[in-house]
C-alpha cells in the first residue's frame, strides 16, 4: 500500500536560500526570459525538441498547458516539478521524475540553472532539498542522478554532496540528437537518515 500522497496546494519547499514551488501560468515571463537567455548553455545537454512543436519559451498558452500536465503528474504521483527561486526571482527548475512505487520505491532528480545563478551552490542546496522531501514526505527508498560525463558542472553538484557514483549507463538517453552515456549517482533513504543532520545544517537550516 502506498504511503499517502502530500497535497500540491500551495507546495513549497525551502532550503536556506532557495525555494522551490510547482511554476503556474504566471511564471511565463521569469521562466521565459531566464530560458532565452540560456539557450546555447542549456540545449546541449537537454533532449532534441520536436520539430515544429509549440515552444513554451515563446507561447504563454503552451507554457499554461505545460504547468496544467505537470500539475496533473503530480497528483498522480509520477512527477514532481518544481521552480527554483532566489530572493524570489525564477532561477532554475529541478524535477522528480520517474517516481515508481510497488517494490521499487524510487524516482530521478534532473535539474538546470540560469547560467548567471551558477558558482553558488544553489543546486546543491536544491538537490538536498528535493532529497529530503522525496524521503520523507513522498517516503521513497532510492533517488537516482543521471548526468552525461562531460557535464562537469552538473557532476560537481552531486560529488560536492557526496552522492554516490554506481558507474556509466551506455547509450542511456537521447540528448541533443545524440543517445549519451550517463553516469549514474544514487542515494538510498539508508544513507540519507545516515548523513541528514550533516545536510540540514549545512543546507537548509
Not at 505545460?66 to 532554475?92: K, L, P, S, T, W
Not at 530521478?108 to 524521503?135: C, N
Not at 551506455?170 to 544514487?186: A, C, K, T
Request: proline share 4%.
Amino acid at each position: 500500500m502506498h504511503p499517502a500522497r502530500p497535497t500540491n496546494a500551495g507546495l513549497r519547499l525551502y532550503g536556506r536560500r532557495v525555494v522551490l514551488r510547482p511554476l503556474v501560468a504566471q511564471d511565463f515571463n521569469g521562466w521565459s526570459e531566464v530560458r532565452r537567455r540560456n539557450g546555447e548553455w542549456l540545449t546541449k545537454w537537454e533532449p532534441a525538441r520536436l520539430p515544429h512543436h509549440p515552444d513554451p519559451e515563446i507561447n504563454r498558452d503552451v507554457f499554461a498547458a505545460r504547468c496544467g500536465a505537470r500539475e496533473r503528474e503530480r497528483h498522480a504521483g509520477a512527477q514532481y516539478a518544481f521552480g527554483i527561486f532566489v530572493d524570489g526571482a525564477f532561477a532554475g527548475e529541478i524535477n522528480l521524475n520517474n517516481v515508481v512505487r510497488g517494490a521499487f520505491q524510487s524516482a530521478t532528480i534532473g535539474y538546470w540553472i540560469d547560467k548567471a545563478r551558477a558558482g553558488h551552490s544553489y543546486m546543491s542546496e536544491a538537490v538536498v532539498t528535493l532529497m529530503q522531501y522525496s524521503f520523507e514526505s513522498l517516503h521513497l527508498h532510492r533517488v537516482e542522478i543521471c548526468i552525461i560525463p562531460r557535464n562537469t558542472n552538473s557532476r560537481r553538484v552531486v560529488e560536492k554532496l557526496g552522492i554516490r557514483e554506481e558507474g556509466v549507463a551506455q547509450r542511456f538517453l537521447e540528448i541533443n540528437g545524440v543517445w549519451e552515456d550517463h553516469v549514474r549517482y544514487g542515494i538510498t533513504v539508508e544513507e540519507w537518515l545516515e548523513r541528514r543532520d550533516h545536510y540540514v545544517a549545512q543546507w537548509l537550516s
